[in-house]
């Protein structure tokens, strides 16, 4: 079981973060932004920043090759479709994208909005960190 603290400031002991969220036990604050056979979206439960999107595989996979092509299929139009919502709903301009194969969780993807009152923190990768911890700290 692994010990996580959520954005609201709940913690929450779970064997598998991404299986909890995708089967609704634990609720990402916003809700589902989207749902399909394959993947779940959402708001990210770990850092309160408006536009943080995981799209997350519902399958416990870890990794991008182990997609069947149906779940590629969907899993680019997802990104596509959540990327455009970004940009038109919240005026989200750019977006930095991660996914790492070594997670706890099933594979997903970030999908971390950049905005302006992050250029206090650098605008490279390794800006992302202190940005990521300044929310959860600061943006409860």
């Not at 589902?32 to 799209?55: M, N, S």
């Not at 994208?97 to 905005?115: A, G, L, Q, S």
Request: overall charge neutral; proline content about 2%; hydrophobic content about 40%.
């Amino acid at each position: 079981m692994r010990k996580i603290t959520l954005a609201n400031g709940k913690k929450v002991e779970v064997e598998c973060l991404s299986c909890a969220i995708t089967s609704g036990l634990i609720k990402a604050d916003g809700g589902v932004v989207i749902e399909t056979d394959y993947f779940h979206a959402h708001q990210d439960v770990a850092y309160p920043i408006k536009g943080l999107i995981i799209l997350a595989s519902k399958r416990h996979i870890t990794c991008l090759d182990e997609l069947n092509d149906e779940e590629k299929m969907d899993y680019i139009n997802l990104l596509s479709k959540i990327r455009k919502a970004q940009r038109e709903v919240l005026g989200i301009e750019h977006v930095y994208y991660f996914y790492n194969e070594d997670t706890t969780h099933h594979f997903h993807t970030w999908m971390v909005p950049r905005y302006e009152w992050m250029s206090a923190f650098g605008r490279s990768v390794e800006s992302m960190r202190p940005v990521l911890l300044h929310a959860r700290n600061e943006m409860k």
